[in-house]
C-alpha cells in the first residue's frame, strides 16, 4: 500500500496572523494575504496551511471555505511553540530604500530578535515606513519558517540611542578604523548582545568618539576591505550566529 502523505505537507502556505490561535478555532484571512491564498496558492477547502501568531507558535489548519475575496480556515493542530531566538539586536544606520529592505529581509532570516534603525549624520535618509516594513519582516520570516517575528524599533539619532543604551547589553561596533577580530569578539562575550553599523558615508570622527567611550562599547574589525553598510551588517550577523548565536549549537541567552 502507498504511505500515507505527511499533514500537513511541507509545502503547504505559511502566514503569520495578529490573533492568538487555539485548537478548535477559526481564522478568517482577508485584504493581500488572501490574495496570496487564492489567486497565488490556490487553496481549496481541505487544503492545509501553517498559521503563526508569534505569541504561542505553528500551527496546522484546513481551509474550510475558500470565498473571492477571503478564506476560513480551521485551526486543527499545534505543530510547535514559538522559538527561542538568540538575545541579539542589530542597530543598522538608514540606507537607501531598497538596500535597506534586504538588510530587514536578510536580518530575519538569520535570527536577529531586534532590528533597531539608527539616523546618523551621514545617513541618506532619515524615516522608515513601518507599515511597509513590517510587512518585509513578516513575509521574510514566513519563508524561513521563523516563528518569531523580529521587533522593530522606530529609527532614533545616534546621540539618543547611545543615552538610552541598557547597561546589561554588550554594543559591538564595527569600525572601519580597526578593533578587534569580531568573530573572537563574540565567541568571548556572553549575554545580551548587539552590533551598530554605519551608513554609506560611514560614521563621523566625532560619532565614532562617541560609540568607542561608551561603556557598553566594544569596537570590532570585519576584515580588511570596507563593505557597503548592507554587506556589513549581514556579513557580521551571520558571523556573531556562528560564534555565538543559534548556528554555534551551545546555549545561548534568549528572548523570551
Request: proline residues 9%.
Amino acid at each position: 500500500m502507498p504511505a500515507t502523505p505527511a499533514w500537513p505537507p511541507k509545502s503547504a502556505p505559511r502566514l503569520f496572523v495578529p490573533a492568538p490561535l487555539a485548537a478548535g478555532g477559526h481564522c478568517v484571512i482577508d485584504g493581500q494575504q488572501a490574495h496570496y491564498l487564492l489567486r497565488v496558492m490556490r487553496v481549496a477547502p481541505g487544503d492545509a496551511v501553517i498559521l503563526c501568531d508569534d505569541a504561542t507558535g505553528e500551527w496546522a489548519a484546513r481551509v474550510a471555505h475558500a470565498g473571492k475575496r477571503d478564506v476560513t480556515l480551521d485551526v486543527v493542530e499545534h505543530l510547535r511553540p514559538r522559538e527561542q531566538v538568540p538575545d541579539f539586536w542589530l542597530c543598522p544606520a538608514l540606507l537607501k530604500k531598497d538596500r535597506f529592505d534586504w538588510v530587514l529581509e536578510k536580518a530575519t532570516e538569520l535570527g536577529v530578535a531586534r532590528i533597531q534603525p539608527v539616523v546618523t549624520r551621514r545617513c541618506v535618509a532619515d524615516k522608515l515606513n513601518p507599515e511597509r516594513a513590517r510587512t518585509i519582516l513578516t513575509e521574510a520570516a514566513e519563508q524561513c519558517a521563523r516563528t518569531a517575528l523580529p521587533e522593530l524599533g522606530e529609527p532614533v539619532k545616534l546621540d539618543a540611542l547611545l543615552r538610552d543604551w541598557p547597561t546589561d547589553r554588550k554594543l559591538f561596533f564595527a569600525d572601519e578604523n580597526g578593533g578587534d577580530p569580531a568573530t573572537q569578539a563574540f565567541a568571548a562575550h556572553t549575554g545580551p548582545a548587539a552590533l551598530i553599523i554605519g551608513p554609506e558615508g560611514g560614521f563621523d570622527d566625532a560619532e565614532r568618539a562617541a560609540i568607542r567611550a561608551h561603556g557598553s562599547a566594544q569596537a570590532i574589525t570585519l576584515g580588511p576591505r570596507i563593505l557597503r553598510g548592507e554587506t556589513a551588517a549581514l556579513a557580521a550577523t551571520a558571523l556573531w550566529m556562528g560564534a555565538a548565536g543559534d548556528w554555534a549549537g551551545i546555549p545561548c541567552d534568549t528572548t523570551p
